[in-house]
């Protein structure tokens, strides 16, 4: 594998006249298939929920830790730091190394015995794959130009949705097919569900060889600002975990000033005394909820304290940037909802409609795979135009993602007819999935070309840490509360809609100005352009 070149005068050129060779939309195809595999792994926990429940002893609420808080707080603590390795270091090897690791946890998971071991694979799962969209996001925009990004960066989030729906119906067809190959003594004492976690596993070790071919395009030249990254990425890597991963956060805190340190410990407390108070409120059974969402937040509050000492620019551009946080916090508020509907649907439709998981992954999974499928890349192609035509076109799309789906999700989880639900649900995504595209090209938009895998590791603190920690665990915590009813669950989760609509009402009238100001706003922080 060759490092990239030197960017030269062509190069540069090529890339502000935004030339798109065979080659990039290769590369894509390819990555597509990562997150499409990226999301079978992550996703196959929700088909196999039930089973899983009974044979471990799980309540709905620790469901919904295993699939969302367990796997969410590391996958955003680890993808800080990895975002900034994929700013200085070489890409397709670390998209390559991450994938080998998650798909190898992912097998490992079939070996559980208790819901501890499974958290601790789902943990491992989530290290894993912090690695993906960071270096992805990175890659595609520099095989992209701008005016085809959000239509890039679509496709390949439908792999987000082609996973999930896979996840269904490959989940499904292995459970049964094992359960009645082996009613009685299994190959290892193993049960369907712990099979299918091992078959869905083991064929991502094979593609991490086949992402180590692709090509590394030279950073920033398709936007006419070259750069390549830093002498010592690993060095950078290490000092960046050393100021993520608690405790040596008090280290890093150290070393900034004593006024650092205090203020980080007096930031610790604070977090402390909210997760006892939370853990009272809600029940001692919600503690290791709460204790993993703090050690989260504490672990972004130390990253991005140590970011404004170390990295001024990409601080400012990033943590003060009203546009930036708010299209990063309003999409959060659609991922709330999209994650605790995309997982408990199954869950829910096998309870309420008696639904064999074969069937569950022909009706629920594939119709949801080709839903997302046609949301995302539709929502792309139209966050394209309306952004060529209007300033903050493409936060509208978001918007209409947030608000579209109240009325089928409502209706899918009110109804008594199977058929009724599968249909409800099906629009419910297709609306939903329209939102990413143009949400994750706008957070691009907003920082510098050596920025870009920080941006979209921030930007996926969001959907991980607000979507996907509290979205699925508030859906299966309301559920267990009130007798296991997870329409109730689901529904709750609607919450989100009026905080997501004020953030984004807010990044409609901030983005165009951050948007034209960028270079300068970058300068004024100490950049050199």
């Given at each position: 594998?060759?490092?990239p ?6 190069s ?48 709905d ?9 367990a ?10 730091s990895?975002?900034?390795l994929a ?11 991450g ?56 496709i ?9 729906g ?10 049964e097919?094992?359960?009645?190959a082996?009613p ?6 193993l ?46 890597f ?6 993520v ?11 900034r000033?004593a006024?650092?340190l205090?203020?980080?410990i ?20 919600t503690l290791?909820q ?15 304290s ?12 990033i ?6 946080l ?38 629920v999974?594939a ?19 309306l ?9 509208y799309?978001?918007?209409f993602?947030?608000?579209a789906?109240i ?6 989880y ?19 999935s ?27 603190l ?7 920690a ?21 529904l ?19 983005v165009?100005?951050?948007?034209t100001?960028?270079?300068?706003r970058?300068?004024?922080?100490g950049?050199?352009?």
């Amino acid at each position: 594998m060759t490092e990239p070149a030197t960017p030269t005068l062509d190069s540069t050129e090529n890339g502000q006249q935004g030339e798109v060779s065979a080659y990039s939309w290769y590369a894509l195809g390819v990555l597509v298939l990562v997150y499409v595999l990226n999301f079978v792994d992550r996703q196959i926990l929700s088909i196999l929920a039930n089973d899983i429940k009974k044979d471990l002893a799980l309540s709905d609420a620790d469901l919904g830790f295993l699939y969302g808080t367990a796997f969410a707080v590391f996958y955003s603590l680890f993808g800080i730091s990895l975002g900034r390795l994929a700013d200085n270091w070489h890409r397709v090897r670390l998209m390559s190394a991450g994938l080998a690791l998650w798909s190898a946890m992912t097998a490992i998971s079939g070996f559980s015995r208790s819901g501890t071991q499974l958290a601790l694979a789902r943990i491992g799962v989530g290290v894993g794959e912090a690695t993906a969209s960071p270096a992805a996001y990175s890659l595609i925009s520099d095989y992209f130009p701008q005016r085809l990004r959000a239509t890039a960066l679509a496709i390949y989030s439908s792999g987000l949705y082609l996973g999930g729906g896979l996840s269904l119906l490959l989940g499904g067809l292995i459970v049964e097919h094992w359960n009645a190959a082996y009613p009685d003594a299994a190959p290892l004492g193993l049960a369907g569900w712990q099979a299918a976690f091992m078959v869905v596993g083991l064929p991502g070790l094979l593609l991490a060889i086949w992402v180590s071919f692709l090509r590394e395009p030279v950073r920033g030249a398709i936007d006419g600002l070259p750069s390549l990254g830093s002498a010592k990425p690993f060095r950078d890597f290490l000092a960046d975990l050393a100021n993520v991963v608690p405790p040596f956060t008090l280290v890093g805190a150290a070393r900034r000033g004593a006024a650092a340190l205090a203020i980080n410990i007096a930031v610790a407390a604070t977090i402390a005394a909210l997760v006892l108070g939370l853990t009272y409120i809600l029940g001692k059974s919600t503690l290791q909820q709460w204790a993993f969402v703090g050690v989260g937040v504490y672990a972004v509050f130390s990253w991005a304290s140590s970011l404004r000492a170390s990295d001024l620019p990409t601080f400012r551009l990033i943590w003060c940037s009203p546009a930036f946080l708010c299209t990063t916090l309003g999409y959060g508020m659609v991922a709330f909802t999209a994650y605790a509907t995309s997982y408990w649907a199954a869950p829910y439709a096998e309870r309420a409609f008696d639904i064999g998981k074969g069937e569950l992954g022909w009706f629920v999974g594939a119709p949801g795979a080709v839903a997302g499928f046609i949301g995302v890349i539709s929502g792309g192609r139209v966050a394209d135009y309306l952004h060529c035509r209007l300033p903050a076109g493409r936060i509208y799309v978001t918007l209409f993602g947030l608000l579209a789906p109240i009325v089928p999700l409502v209706a899918a989880y009110s109804t008594d007819h199977f058929a009724t639900f599968a249909m409800c649900s099906f629009v419910a995504q297709v609306l939903s999935s329209s939102a990413l595209g143009g949400a994750a090209a706008t957070s691009q938009s907003l920082v510098l070309p050596r920025m870009r895998g920080t941006a979209t590791a921030t930007f996926f603190l969001a959907t991980t840490l607000v979507g996907l920690a509290l979205g699925p665990f508030m859906a299966g915590y309301v559920s267990a509360v009130n007798d296991s009813n997870l329409a109730i669950g689901v529904l709750a989760t609607l919450v989100s809609v009026p905080i997501g609509l004020t953030f984004l009402v807010i990044a409609i009238r901030c983005v165009p100005r951050a948007q034209t100001g960028l270079e300068a706003r970058a300068k004024a922080a100490g950049e050199c352009i």
